[in-house]
């Protein structure tokens, strides 16, 4: 973790992975496994951070950590779709994990956030009715936060 805040995210991905290599049956097995994901998202390496998210959730599904997981690897696939038009079967792929989310986790503080990221994932696929539905959910079950005010504005044609 010191590796990480300093910065230093490919020391840091190397002893996170040898900690799981040496112990992977240890209480910091998905801590580990979750920060080597976060680390690739962070630098920006999506594709590899959405496998890394995956084999996370895959293999520690009770773990703690499994709602920054799901919101992350969600926004991973958002970033990794916008790359290219070959890519946009993962725009489609966070805007399901992006409801997902909301549906498992309604009163984590990124619910509302999820609604409006997968609103945005359809607004850039092109699919403009899909999109407003979901800006319309966030503002109608989230109508205090700032994903119901960004709504707002996208369903007002500002951005």
Same mark, same amino acid.
Not at 42 to 57: K, S
């Given at each position: ?15 996170? =992975?040898? +900690? ?26 999506? +594709? ?76 850039? +696929? ?5 999109? =407003? ?27």
């Amino acid at each position: 973790h010191n590796e990480y805040i300093a910065g230093n995210f490919n020391n840091a991905f190397i002893y996170f =992975d040898e +900690l799981l290599k040496r112990f992977p049956g240890s209480m910091y097995a998905d801590d580990s496994m979750f920060w080597k994901a976060r680390i690739r998202y962070d630098q920006p390496n999506y +594709l590899q951070a959405i496998r890394l998210f995956e084999d996370f959730m895959r293999y520690h599904p009770n773990s703690e950590l499994m709602p920054e997981a799901t919101f992350t690897l969600a926004h991973s696939q958002k970033e990794h779709g916008r790359i290219s038009v070959s890519n946009s079967q993962y725009l489609r792929q966070a805007a399901n994990n992006f409801a997902w989310f909301q549906q498992k986790y309604p009163t984590n503080s990124y619910a509302s956030e999820a609604l409006f990221q997968a609103g945005e994932c359809y607004e850039i +696929l092109g699919d403009d009715p899909t999109a =407003d539905n979901y800006f319309r959910r966030a503002i109608a079950l989230y109508p205090d936060t700032p994903a119901a005010i960004k709504s707002k504005e996208k369903l007002a044609k500002i951005w």
